[in-house]
């Protein structure tokens, strides 16, 4: 149990980011933040568990990443919206490194229909964006944090969005090819949900559940979209 103290001095602040002998885990983890999260993680010392879907090429970053530290990176192509494949996923990193200790929720699902109008979209988009971003973090938070919860400690933080919160102001989209789906917004809401929901029923069992809400992460946009965007966020 670490001492109490209200003497700052006291505290090695480098030592709380220091993630040597952790394993964590990041689903979506060849996305544009996933794979942020997974160099940050491997630059502070973990084990990274790269897992993402097929043809993401996991397994490759995962031997870039163990090359360049000195250390086991672990690849995985998986369907997080499916329950084998995220107990293939937990097996794996058990038989490989015998524990986990954080859970990074960095999936989402963009189908080739997903911006498509609310009036003309269809059952099979809809489900795969629920799928995907809402019953994967679910799969993943049961698996994984309820292993997690047996054992006694454990992190899990997970994604959801702005618009799990406030709804999109729909001018941001005008002139450009893209917008934000309401299957976007109604799955990330059950993110968000699923998280605070988790956190308090957790709470007695050392897991801790957090959520980040990303907002606007600078990703080569249109430009009329990048003009749009600045002038309604001062
Ligand atoms: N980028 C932003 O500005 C922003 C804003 C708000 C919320 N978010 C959320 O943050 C998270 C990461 O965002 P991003 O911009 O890195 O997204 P991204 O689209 O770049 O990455 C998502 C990753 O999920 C993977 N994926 C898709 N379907 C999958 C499946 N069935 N199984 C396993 N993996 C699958 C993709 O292959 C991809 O690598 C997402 O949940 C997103 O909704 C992002």
């Given at each position: 149990m670490e001492m109490r103290t209200t003497n700052p001095e006291t505290i090695n602040f480098k030592d709380k980011f220091d993630l040597h002998g952790k394993v964590i885990i990041i689903t979506g983890g060849m996305g544009l933040i996933g794979r942020a999260f997974s160099e940050a993680c491997a630059q502070y010392g973990a084990t990274v568990v790269i897992a993402d879907r097929e043809g993401a090429g996991s397994e490759e970053f995962a031997e870039n990443l163990s090359k360049r530290f000195n250390r086991e990176m672990i690849g995985i192509t998986f369907d997080v919206g499916k329950r084998e494949d995220v107990e293939r996923l937990k097996k794996t990193v058990l038989e490989k490194t015998?524990?986990?200790d954080g859970l990074v929720n960095c999936h989402q699902n963009k189908t080739a229909?997903?911006?498509?109008?609310f009036e003309e979209y269809t059952d099979e988009d809809w489900d795969a964006v629920v799928e995907t971003n809402l019953k994967g973090t679910y799969l993943t938070c049961q698996i994984i944090g309820g292993y997690m919860a047996e054992k006694g400690s454990g992190s899990i933080i997970n994604m959801p969005s702005t618009y799990s919160v406030v709804a999109p102001n729909q001018n941001l989209y005008k002139g450009t090819s893209i917008g934000c789906p309401a299957a976007y917004s109604a799955s990330k809401g059950g993110v968000m949900a699923l998280s605070q929901y988790l956190s308090t029923y957790w709470a007695d069992k050392g897991v801790r559940v957090n959520q980040i809400t990303p907002h606007g992460v600078s990703n080569n946009h249109e430009e009329q979209f990048e003009k749009n965007f600045s002038n309604f966020h001062h």
């Open positions: 015998g524990k986990t229909k997903f911006f498509a109008k």
